[in-house]
């Protein structure tokens, strides 16, 4: 027998008459036998039964669904790139179009990322997880207890990478480590996750800690909602390194957004802008990219230093 427990919820499942089972033929067992789960609960359930062992079973789950991710988001933006026709007018640095030379390069360096560096970690992401009482069972948490989770996601993951990212700004780290990143001035979608090791395991902290935190403090947290949520914080780095803006771009409709155009100019000036999803660290912060920005800093300088002349000079007469 397997029994799911999640907060007050208890799920018996009989496991006996499924050992030896193909794949597909647990699937099938779970439709027979487990009526009141979904479709995509009797797949879950059917797959960590058939592995037999939650580090491979979400190890594989969790790698596979980030390359496919990762590399599918992509493809629209390659083949934005490939159309300069059609989609020129939306490139952001329209003067600097990546050539396939260029891409593919990064894609050979993304994937030796990926397999050097997030594999190893992906599988050793389950046992961590299990400190913090990640459940991976069935039934899935309701859709509105996933996006809160989510959504707090975001807002942690936003702070740290703000301050993080920061961090790699200071001459020692960037000249050391971020100036990888920064190889390609005008960004482009797969260079999301181009990038030295070291800042990927930094950034990625922040990307796995949230959930860690949130898990940690509520004791309610599972694996379909951090799949969720990595899926849509990949689709966010892939599209704010994207270099195209479009009318319905979400950050038109949701303006503390950060969007592409917020994250080229990061690109484009080499600092500010260091939030990945919002804009309010760096309005709060006073760290906005961009001449417009840099003169207005020049500016409030300028009087701040005026005013403090001219108050020590009163002081003196006094």
């Known amino acids: 027998m397997l029994t799911v427990v999640r907060s007050n919820i208890t799920t018996v499942l009989p496991l006996t008459p499924a050992v030896g089972l193909s794949f597909t033929e ?24 058939y592995w037999q062992n939650g580090i491979i079973a979400t190890g594989l789950i969790t790698f596979w669904c980030h390359e496919l991710v990762y590399f599918g988001r992509c493809i629209p933006w390659m083949i934005a790139d490939a159309l300069p026709s059609i989609f020129l007018a939306y490139k952001i640095q329209d003067q600097k179009q990546p050539s396939a030379a260029i891409q593919w390069s990064c894609t050979k360096a993304v994937l030796l990322i990926h397999f ?3 594999m190893p970690l992906i599988v050793a992401f389950h046992p961590m997880t299990q400190i913090f009482g990640m459940d991976t069972g069935v039934p899935f948490p309701s859709k509105l207890e996933m996006l809160g989770q989510i959504a707090t996601f975001f807002v942690l ?62 004791g309610r947290l599972h694996l379909l909602t951090v799949v969720v949520w990595v899926t849509m914080r ?22 503390i957004w950060g969007g ?12 500010g802008n260091y939030s990945s999803s919002f804009r309010y660290w760096d309005i709060i912060m006073d760290t906005v990219a961009g001449p417009e920005a840099g003169a207005k800093r020049r500016s409030k300088k300028k009087r701040l230093t005026l005013q403090s002349t001219t108050e020590s000079m ?3 007469t006094d």
Request: net charge negative; charged share 15%.
């Open 26 to 49: 647990l699937i099938q067992y779970a439709a027979a036998t487990f009526p009141h789960l979904s479709a995509l609960e009797k797949v879950w359930w059917a797959w960590y039964e």
């Open 314 to 316: 009163a002081a003196k």
């Open 157 to 218: 993951e936003d702070a740290y990478h703000y301050w993080f990212h920061r961090f790699l700004h200071w001459g020692p780290m960037y000249r050391r480590i971020h100036r990888i990143h920064h190889q390609y001035s005008a960004p482009f979608g797969l260079a999301a996750e181009y990038a030295s090791p070291w800042e990927t395991l930094g950034l990625g902290m922040g990307t796995v800690g949230a959930p860690l935190v949130v898990g940690a403090l509520t």
């Open 234 to 255: 990949q689709f966010q780095a892939i599209d704010a390194h994207s270099g195209y803006d479009f009318p319905w771009s979400l950050r038109h409709l949701l303006p």
């Open 116 to 118: 050097a560096i997030e």
């Open 260 to 271: 592409a155009d917020w994250h080229d100019d990061h690109h484009r000036y080499f600092i």
